[in-house]
């Protein structure tokens, strides 16, 4: 159990167009998701927490506008990178806190985005 | 910020001998777990060890919590060239609930 899905598994945009990821929580429900990034080399950053039905609460440093987060439901978490330009390019990686309430977490297999 | 450290950044060894990486964190935590990510991949959960617990075992993985330290290690044991990967610690903190990863350890296994 507790398997967390992300589509797609890879994507390469053009600059200046926007690419949406989905983090799904396959057999558990989430209310709480959370998106990372990850440059080469470099350790995972957290972007933003992500809460079924409200706001999401981005980190430091990280633009709400360019990384629009929605949590419409309790296995659904999507995050679209607008405006997309080669520095965007990276790994992110999603993952899901069981409902059941534990602070387990549940990471994503990752999306890997190229913008040319 | 990150909060976990690891350390060594990277480390070299023969296939068949033991391998042993550390991380260090700044807060209280719920849980601290490990992962492996190979290369370009996304990342493996290898172990979570709560914040009552000083030590588990997984296979070849030994883990330990110092949370009077706030240190935790990971040991791999009769490593194998397949344990060539980079291995992070993430921390649960306490009140946020979420997880921050360490700059992670970059283990090579010599065959």
């Known amino acids: 159990g507790a398997v967390v899905s992300q589509h797609p598994s890879w994507v390469i945009c053009k600059s200046g167009t926007s690419v949406k990821i989905e983090c799904r929580s396959l057999?558990?429900?989430?209310?709480?998701m959370f998106w990372y990034r990850q440059f080469p080399k470099q350790s995972l950053m957290l972007m933003a927490t992500?809460?079924?039905?409200?706001?999401?609460?981005?980190e430091q440093g990280v633009e709400k506008d360019k990384f629009l987060i929605n949590h419409a439901s309790l296995t659904l978490s999507t995050l679209t990178v607008t405006s997309a330009h080669p520095e965007d390019s990276s790994f992110y990686i999603c993952?899901?806190?069981?409902?059941?309430?534990?602070?387990?977490?549940?990471f994503g297999p990752g999306t890997r985005l190229t913008v040319t | 910020s990150q909060q976990g450290e690891e350390d060594p950044q990277a480390l070299s060894i023969q296939e068949g001998e033991n391998a042993t990486m550390n991380c260090s964190y700044k807060?209280?935590?719920?849980?601290l777990q490990w992962y492996r990510q190979n290369s370009g991949r996304g990342l493996v959960h290898l172990i979570l060890i709560r914040s009552n617990e000083r030590e588990k075992h997984s296979g070849r993985l030994r883990v330990t919590l110092d949370t009077s330290k706030k240190s935790s290690s990971l040991l791999i044991t009769a490593s194998r060239a397949a344990d060539t990967a980079s291995y992070f610690c993430?921390?649960?903190?306490?009140?946020?609930?979420?997880?921050?990863f360490g700059d992670g350890t970059t283990l090579t296994v010599k065959p």
């Open positions: 993430a921390t649960v903190n306490t009140n946020a609930g979420k997880s921050t």
């Open positions: 993952s899901a806190r069981d409902v059941a309430g534990s602070y387990e977490q549940y």
């Open positions: 992500s809460n079924e039905g409200s706001k999401a609460t981005y």
């Open positions: 807060t209280s935590i719920n849980n």
């Open positions: 057999d558990f429900q989430a209310t709480t």
